[in-house]
């Protein structure tokens, strides 16, 4: 069997990312944390219907498409050059588009101040116009220390436009704000590092295009349909419910998917390498995947959900409290959302990112009917109900049958990683339930049950696999193409 690349350069790499990941995702929790003092809750949700088009648009940019360069290198400088010139072309139509698109966006929601902070992020497009080409080169040479160089720089921008403009009184703009101080910065950031120099055309070779078209158009899908399923969450409840309403939700939900976050940044690492790996190496891969993640985020989880009630209030403020019952309920979907994402990974790693997105495209007709019958069942409380069902148990399900059955792999192969450290984490979660401990006492309750459980189910299934799996403490996996909410 071919031996796993995870080793040496690939694990140094990976620590890189994360490293860059906790910069900035503890730049913007600061951000988050500061506009919470400084703006309403509904000033939130204002923002969180923005990124309903603009989290839509931003999988059409060019860092999506140039994705491809990751896969098929940098040698045919033909083709790394038509794939640049259409990134940058796609950019300014999405900088056209999402400013026109923004006043309907104001009318479906009656909000007239949405059109004018949707054509102020649409200036991102511009801005970053290219740097997804830059940014993959970086990633094709296994360049992790620029790229979280890179990634600290533009989350400390943030950090700094949003600040000033939140200190200034100026309401939702403080967001808009700091999406265009962060475009900026990743985008020179980005350029200066990677030192490739791409040759622009107006008119991008059809030939060259045509070669990548297929893994192109499968990434777009992937990211579209997951934009779909994960958005229409935010659509119900800033239609019927309003903007305070989906401020505390999107607070929950962004707390909630930081584990994620995470992975999706260890996770290019692995890109690059899962591609030359064969089919056999690439199930051992998955499983051990599956198996680092369930053991660090699992915990995690547990841990979060009990001592959300002290957490939330302390760090937000007592007028967040209403985001404490919809965090609890999200964390199960967020979960499942990592799962998700390294069995898509493994698909999108064989060529397969077209079969990847049927597998998403499938979810979306029951996904938004599922929020409109949450919604009128249980207001913002039945919506992050629905998430958990449908998102989460069903959507892991399904994933877990058709990704082995396009595979190839048998179901009980990845059962073990994807059913034991969720039933460890209900298990003590369920504890605590029964029980009135101090905060502390319910985490170390927490912790202490979870291992004890995990132990016991693992000395009763049959034995471990002979061969030792090489996959980096720590490291996770992801989609390059998956959406997140930012």
């Excluded at 059409?60 to 491809?68: C, E, N, P, Q």
């Excluded at 299934?461 to 403490?473: C, T």
Aim: hydrophobic share 55%; aromatic share 10%; glycine share 8%.
């Amino acid at each position: 069997m071919q031996r796993l690349p995870l080793r040496g350069r690939l694990a140094k790499g990976g620590m890189w990312l994360l490293s860059g990941f906790v910069l900035d995702r503890g730049s913007q929790f600061l951000m988050q944390l500061l506009l919470a003092r400084l703006l309403a809750p509904s000033d939130f949700g204002l923002w969180a219907m923005v990124l309903v088009l603009t989290n839509f648009s931003r999988h059409f940019r060019d860092g999506a498409i140039a994705s491809v360069l990751v896969q098929r290198g940098l040698e045919d400088k033909h083709l790394v050059n038509a794939v640049y010139s259409l990134g940058v072309n796609i950019s300014v139509v999405l900088f056209l588009v999402q400013s026109l698109a923004g006043y309907p966006l104001s009318l479906f929601f009656n909000e007239p101040i949405l059109w004018p902070l949707t054509a102020l992020h649409a200036a991102v497009f511009l801005i970053n116009a290219g740097t997804g080409s830059h940014d993959a080169v970086l990633l094709q040479q296994q360049r992790f220390k620029q790229i979280a160089m890179s990634d600290t720089a533009a989350g400390l921008a943030r950090l700094l436009g949003a600040s000033v403009c939140g200190l200034l009184g100026a309401g939702p703009w403080a967001f808009a704000a700091a999406e265009v101080s962060y475009a900026c910065a990743d985008a020179l950031t980005r350029r200066r590092l990677s030192g490739y120099r791409f040759t622009y055309s107006f008119w991008p070779d059809p030939q060259a295009i045509r070669e990548v078209r297929r893994f192109i158009a499968g990434i777009l899908g992937i990211s579209m349909a997951a934009q779909m399923n994960t958005s229409g969450d935010n659509m119900v409840i800033g239609r019927l419910l309003g903007a305070q309403a989906l401020g505390y939700y999107n607070v929950a939900y962004q707390l909630a998917m930081v584990p994620v976050f995470a992975a999706a940044k260890t996770n290019r690492v692995h890109f690059s390498e899962l591609s030359k790996l064969d089919p056999e190496a690439r199930q051992t891969y998955v499983v051990g995947a599956l198996e680092k993640y369930g053991l660090i985020v699992a915990p995690i989880n547990a841990l979060s959900f009990v001592i959300a009630p002290w957490l939330i209030p302390f760090l937000y403020g007592s007028e967040w409290n209403a985001a404490v019952a919809i965090f609890q309920t999200v964390l199960g979907f967020a979960y499942v959302r990592g799962i998700m994402q390294i069995l898509g990974t493994s698909l999108t790693a064989a060529g397969k990112p077209d079969i990847n997105a049927r597998i998403n495209w499938a979810l979306v007709p029951v996904t938004i009917p599922a929020y409109l019958v949450g919604a009128w069942l249980g207001g913002i409380q039945g919506v992050a109900i629905a998430v958990a069902i449908v998102m989460g148990i069903g959507a892991a399900g399904w994933f877990w049958l058709a990704v082995c059955r396009t595979s190839g792999w048998p179901l009980r192969a990845l059962a073990r990683p994807i059913l034991l450290p969720p039933a460890a984490a209900a298990a003590a979660v369920g504890a605590t339930l029964l029980v009135t401990l101090p905060i502390a006492a319910e985490a170390a309750m927490v912790l202490v049950v979870y291992l004890a459980f995990a132990a016991s189910l693992l000395a009763q299934l049959p034995g471990r696999r002979s061969k030792k799996l090489s996959v980096p403490r720590g490291t996770l996996v992801e989609p390059i193409s998956s959406a997140s909410k930012q």
